[in-house]
């Protein structure tokens, strides 16, 4: 089945690049996201990309995907202490993209 | 934006009562609507898919029968836990789909915690 996996935690200082990767085993992915989980709130979307895109800018987010090795990522560049949060890596399939699997989260922890 | 809420934001209950909660859109109208649990340090999982006026698909481990699933309007749909066990004790998120667009919209998510 599909499978969505992330490394559990990243730990980077206020100002520096936040660097989160995702790697996802669905080829028919049609699209993929990053979702920010904010303690005790629900997800809140950041941002998407389309599988047939390689990169999308959104401000100081990047999203970079390599489709052949499966592999997303998503950039914050001068990260904050407010992006202190889970992010979730999730992909939609093909034939019904109302339905998303999730990765296990990216805990981030923005030193000051 | 579009706003999905759900109600209580926190719960507890005494094992073996049963816990419905709620989850309404607020500003759109939510032809499909997704239960998800969350549990610790562990990735959101699909529980089942709400479509409005029909029954709710489960995913594959998830018992119909103790997680109760109404749709009953295109705003909001409802999650019961039947004969709650401490073991049910999670984090509960709602989305909506709004439409044929490709996002979700996410409530706030529901504490719950079986005693």
């Known amino acids: 089945g599909e499978d969505v996996e992330q490394s559990l935690f990243l730990s980077v200082r206020e100002g520096d690049s936040s660097v989160i990767n995702c790697t996802y085993t669905d080829s028919s992915s049609t699209y993929l996201y990053w979702y920010k989980q904010e303690p005790g709130a629900g997800l809140q979307l950041l941002t998407y990309?389309?599988?047939?895109?390689d990169m999308k800018q959104d401000q100081r987010l990047t999203v970079l995907l390599n489709k052949k090795d499966k592999h997303l990522s998503l950039r914050i560049a001068d990260t904050q202490t407010g992006d202190s949060a889970i992010y979730f890596c999730a992909e939609s399939e093909k034939t019904s993209y109302d339905k998303v699997i999730f990765g296990p989260g990216t805990s981030l922890s923005v030193i000051p | 934006g579009a706003v999905v809420s759900q109600h209580p934001s926190r719960v507890i209950c005494k094992s073996g009562t049963s816990v419905k909660i709620e989850c309404r859109s607020l500003d759109f109208q939510a032809t499909t609507m997704f239960w998800y649990r969350q549990f610790p340090k562990k990735s959101l999982m699909l529980m089942a898919t709400s479509n409005e006026g029909s029954k709710a698909t489960y995913e594959q481990g998830v018992e119909k029968d103790k997680f109760l699933i109404n749709h009953a309007s295109l705003t909001l749909s409802t999650l019961t836990v039947t004969s709650a066990h401490p073991e049910d004790s999670s984090f509960y998120i709602c989305?909506?789909?709004?439409?044929?667009?490709?996002?979700?919209?996410f409530g706030p998510g529901t504490r719950l915690t079986v005693t």
């Open positions: 990309i389309f599988s047939n895109m």
């Open positions: 989305s909506a789909l709004a439409g044929s667009s490709y996002e979700q919209y």
